[in-house]
């Protein structure tokens, strides 16, 4: 059945499954603090739920990509409906929602770095890109604005997140702020950082 996946395919499920890795850790916060009883039932039963099987057992391979992007929306409704339903009543909850993502961002960044060397720029975007879920591939959401060892700009063309925070009465601002904290996490003990400039467009400079 690996036949008929390519790398692209890989690439994409492995984005979901960190996302949905981000979901399972909040889920666990949400459980020992006990913001949300029954949370983990609820979002399986409004959202679906994610295999984290090998690949090439679960999908169908007569429809990669309508698969694919089923997944994309779930993993994306999960989230916002776990985070959403946890900051509902109390919005400081947030900051321990932020916790987690930086402590996921500093755990992922000491796995990528068993393999890859991030010494550029340009090498920490395509590691930043290989881990965010934005869409398919096809749609092009990023668009590099400049590109050099010492620092690489890009924008979004559009925000194609903010349909699944709207659907359960949630704040878009919310998600880029866990996105942020997440690249804060994962660059913390790289030579570079993650800023939001005046004109909204992403910076990963060398420090």
């Not at 690949?55 to 990509?65: C, P, R, V």
């Not at 402590?103 to 068993?114: D, L, N, P, R």
């Amino acid at each position: 059945m690996s036949a008929f996946l390519g790398p692209i395919h890989y690439w994409l499920y492995n984005k979901i499954i960190i996302q949905e890795n981000l979901v399972e850790m909040i889920l666990k916060l949400n459980e020992i603090e006990g913001y949300v009883p029954e949370l983990q039932k609820e979002v399986d039963r409004e959202c679906g739920t994610i295999e984290t099987k090998p690949l090439e057992e679960m999908i169908d391979t007569g429809n990669i990509h309508g698969w694919l992007q089923e997944r994309i929306i779930i993993v994306e409704k999960r989230l916002s409906f776990v985070v959403t339903a946890i900051v509902k009543d109390d919005a400081k909850r947030m900051e321990e929602i932020l916790d987690v993502a930086y402590q996921m961002g500093e755990e992922t960044y000491a796995q990528v770095t068993e393999t890859e060397t991030l010494d550029t720029a340009e090498k920490v975007y395509k590691a930043i890109n290989d881990m965010l879920l934005d869409g398919m591939p096809c749609d092009r959401i990023n668009e590099l604005l400049e590109t050099s060892e010492d620092q690489v700009v890009y924008r979004q063309s559009r925000c194609i997140h903010e349909a699944y925070w709207v659907e359960f009465g949630g704040l878009i601002m919310n998600y880029y702020d866990i996105r942020r904290k997440f690249l804060q996490g994962f660059l913390v003990k790289s030579g570079f950082e993650f800023v939001v400039d005046e004109q909204d467009n992403f910076r990963i400079r060398r420090k």
